[in-house]
């Protein structure tokens, strides 16, 4: 009798414990990865600031930083395309994302610390602009994420999602190239984005996506930045293939244990 109780008490341990080992292994790596990615989503200053510096500031800048790739005039090299008619708004957005200046040759140019202060990029921008006009600035209004929210969410599945997700969390494309994650991304870079089709992502003209429209689509997107996932976890929002991958190891995973954790106490 009393050997019988021994047996089964360390037969029942085991199976709890591995049961427990798993559970606190997957919180783990959860938790780590909750704080990797707040830590890497980057805080970029994207702010036009009213330039105190002047055009021929830029051109000094540009010069110095840029024209290697881009050319003294603007006129590209083997090594980057023409800057002719991209306008000041293309600059605003690759340099204040750090994507420029490149520093290596890759599918796509990666987001970097951003090395210009707003206005060191503002007067560049101004001379870009002054050499051959292209996309500018928008109106204020555009930017003030008062829009048709739902509307916006609309045009947003319609236009974007296929490559951004629904979620906008981004998504793989082919040959290394990928659409990035929009939750940390400012209203103007929303709309530069749109107008100036940075790389793989195509120009949405007015013809398009109207002002208003792209009006809602920012409000749209800077709602879903203020309200992430009412629901709880979001599983990075990565679609079924990661959700059903934490169902088969979390759901099925406790399942086995449930059922190994049974036969081992009808023995
Ligand atoms: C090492 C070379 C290199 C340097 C340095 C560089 N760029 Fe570029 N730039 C490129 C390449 C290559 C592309 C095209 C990227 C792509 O579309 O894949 C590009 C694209 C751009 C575009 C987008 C053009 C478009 O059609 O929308 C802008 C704007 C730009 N660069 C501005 C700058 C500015 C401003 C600087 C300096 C601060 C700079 N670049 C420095 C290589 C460079
Ligand atoms: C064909 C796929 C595709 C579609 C459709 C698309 N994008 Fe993009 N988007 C990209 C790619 C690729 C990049 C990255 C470009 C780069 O790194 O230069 C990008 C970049 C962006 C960025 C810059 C993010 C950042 O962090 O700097 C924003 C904002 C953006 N897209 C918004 C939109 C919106 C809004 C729409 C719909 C109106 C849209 N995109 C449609 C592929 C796409």
């Known amino acids: 009798m009393a050997r019988e109780k021994k047996r089964r008490q360390s037969g029942r341990r085991s199976p709890l414990a591995a049961a427990a080992l798993i559970g606190i292994g997957l919180l783990l790596t959860g938790g780590v990865y909750a704080g990797a990615s707040a830590a890497m989503a980057a805080t970029t200053d994207t702010s036009a600031a009213a330039s105190s510096l002047?055009?021929?500031?830029?051109?000094?800048?540009?010069q110095a930083n840029c024209a290697t790739c881009h050319g003294l005039d603007l006129q590209g090299t083997e090594n980057g395309p023409s800057l002719y008619g991209v306008g000041e708004l293309a600059v605003?957005?690759?340099?204040?994302?750090?994507?420029?200046?490149?520093q290596a040759q890759a599918?796509?140019?990666?987001?970097?610390?951003?090395q210009f202060t707003a206005e060191q990029t503002a007067a560049m921008a101004?001379?870009?602009?002054?050499?051959?006009?292209?996309?500018?600035?928008?109106?204020?209004?555009?930017?003030?994420g008062d829009g048709d929210v739902s509307n916006g969410a609309e045009l947003f599945r319609i236009n974007c999602a296929?490559?951004?997700n629904v979620a906008g969390a981004g998504g793989a494309l082919t040959e290394g190239k990928y659409a990035p994650s929009l939750h940390t991304t400012s209203a103007l870079n929303i709309y530069a984005a749109m107008v100036t089709g940075p790389q793989n992502m195509p120009v949405f003209s007015d013809m398009n996506l109207t002002a208003e429209d792209k009006r809602?689509?920012?409000?749209?997107?800077?709602?879903?930045?203020?309200?992430?996932?009412?629901?709880?976890?979001?599983?990075?929002s990565l679609g079924p293939v990661?959700?059903?991958?934490?169902?088969?190891?979390?759901?099925?995973?406790?399942?086995?244990?449930?059922?190994?954790w049974i036969t081992a106490k009808s023995n």
């Open 242 to 260: 990661s959700e059903g991958l934490f169902i088969w190891i979390f759901g099925i995973g406790s399942l086995i244990a449930i059922t190994v």
């Open 126 to 144: 101004e001379f870009v602009q002054s050499i051959a006009p292209g996309p500018t600035y928008p109106d204020d209004e555009i930017l003030d």
């Open 216 to 236: 809602d689509i920012i409000s749209a997107l800077l709602y879903m930045q203020d309200n992430e996932s009412p629901g709880g976890f979001t599983l990075g």
């Open 162 to 164: 296929m490559c951004h």
């Open 92 to 102: 605003h957005f690759q340099v204040s994302t750090g994507r420029m200046p490149l």
């Open 107 to 114: 599918p796509q140019a990666p987001q970097k610390p951003v």
């Open 54 to 62: 002047t055009v021929e500031d830029g051109k000094k800048l540009f």
